[in-house]
């Protein structure tokens, strides 16, 4: 009875570990996205001078949630763990009771942005971890003791997770699930020009060095490109629930919506102007130009921005989602995102030729296939190794 008893605390803290370790991973996989779900809460509970540091302690926080729940897969240092883990489940368990009462309109981000949960499910799921923890810890005495194995599983564990932490803030996450993903397709705002034109958007033919591209008339290109002709491009114009708007203005304020759905287009997104590498961003928005794609280099209203450098302006909130990078790239093919990349990542200018040459469904595959192999293959290996080693 006893052996029974000792095995069903231990299943208790295995279910939890699991569910503070994937809870972890997926907030590592998206620090800035950790960052925003924290700055919320900061609001919500007006304790808004803390902004500063909605980044650092999310990224905290996914790294004491994933580390807790290697200690109790692995059953390492069990009575510190179980106090670290209590001590979590009862404050995330009040936490999201006030949220449930208050019923903002914010996202829990209990998983970040891969599963959304309502207050009132976030709230029963913590409750169903302190009755899971009761069970798994209570008394606080007689946790028995680990193999030696799972230490050495837990310490090869550990710098895995900072690792991960380190490369998806150093680049961009490997899975993206926020509605700006690659796949998805954008749709144009109604209210524009181009919808009186019945889907007719004219197009400009330009030539150099025997490569031809297509412009849009408000990105013709410089003097060094040969006027050959004016085409036109047949889209249509909708708006579609399922879609995510990508809404940005010129200088005028006029929307400009439709210039990221035509043709092949690279977005040069700055949600920190202050912050960004302008120089860099104006050699890659001339890369891209060069090899015939559309550049849209758009950023938030703010200091630091070149006066002489075309930009549109979008919100923050956006151009956060639309790439998690300050500066970030993402290639869109007539409305679909097909890629992204942070500033270290983005492709130099022979790179973008091969690319924008491929067909678009190619190069979304290759691209999206081989970050969630790396994704999937570190989860397996992170599981791998916490319970069978």
């Given amino acids: 009875m006893k052996k029974a008893h000792h095995r069903l605390r231990r299943l208790c803290a295995v279910l939890i570990g699991l569910t503070f370790l994937f809870s972890g991973l997926f907030k590592l996989l998206d620090p800035v996205g950790t960052g925003l779900i924290v700055s919320e809460y900061f609001k919500f509970f007006h304790i808004g001078f803390l902004q500063g540091l909605s980044k650092p302690l ?37 936490v999201t009771l006030i949220l449930w009462i208050a019923n903002p309109v914010m996202d829990c981000g209990c998983f970040g942005e891969a599963i959304h949960l309502t207050h009132a499910q976030t709230f029963w799921k913590n409750v169903v971890l302190l009755v899971l923890a009761l069970i798994a810890f209570v008394p606080f005495q007689n946790f028995g003791v680990p193999r030696k194995g799972k230490v050495v599983a837990f310490w090869l564990a550990v710098p895995s997770l900072v690792f ?37 958007v004219p197009t400009f033919i330009y030539e150099r060095d025997g490569q031809r591209g297509s412009f849009s008339l408000e990105n013709l290109p410089d003097s060094t490109w040969t006027f050959v002709g004016v085409d036109t491009l047949s889209r249509s114009v909708y708006r579609s629930e399922d879609k995510p708007v990508l809404s940005f203005r010129d200088a005028e304020g006029t929307y400009q919506d ?18 960004a590498d302008w120089p860099s961003i104006r050699e890659q928005a001339a890369d891209v130009r060069a090899q015939g794609a559309t550049p849209l280099v758009l950023t938030v209203p ?10 549109y302006y979008g919100d923050y909130k956006p151009l956060i989602t639309l790439n998690r990078a300050n ?44 970050r969630r192999i ?9 599981l791998a190794l916490l319970l069978l080693l």
């Avoid at 990221?260 to 912050?275: E, I, R, W």
């Fill in 58 to 94: 999310g990224m905290g926080l996914a790294l004491l949630e994933s580390i807790t729940g290697a200690a109790l897969i692995t059953g390492v240092y069990r009575k510190l763990t179980a106090v670290v883990a209590s001590v979590m489940v009862v404050f995330f368990t009040v």
């Fill in 258 to 275: 439709e210039m990221a759905v035509l043709g092949k287009v690279v977005t040069l997104s700055v949600y920190d102007p202050g912050k």
């Fill in 374 to 382: 790396k994704a999937q293959g570190f989860a397996l290996y992170l």
């Fill in 164 to 200: 991960a932490l380190w490369f998806n803030a150093r680049h961009l996450p490997m899975i993206d699930y926020t509605e700006f993903k690659p796949g998805a397709e954008l749709f144009a705002s109604l209210d524009n020009d181009y919808q009186a034109m019945d889907g007719k």
């Fill in 302 to 311: 703010g200091e630091g921005i070149p006066q002489d450098f075309p930009v």
């Fill in 327 to 370: 500066g970030g790239a993402t290639y869109i093919d007539n409305g679909e995102i097909i890629s992204k990349w942070s500033p270290k990542d983005v492709p130099s200018g022979s790179e973008w030729s091969g690319l924008l040459e491929r067909d678009p469904v190619d190069a979304f595959t290759d691209f999206t296939v081989k």
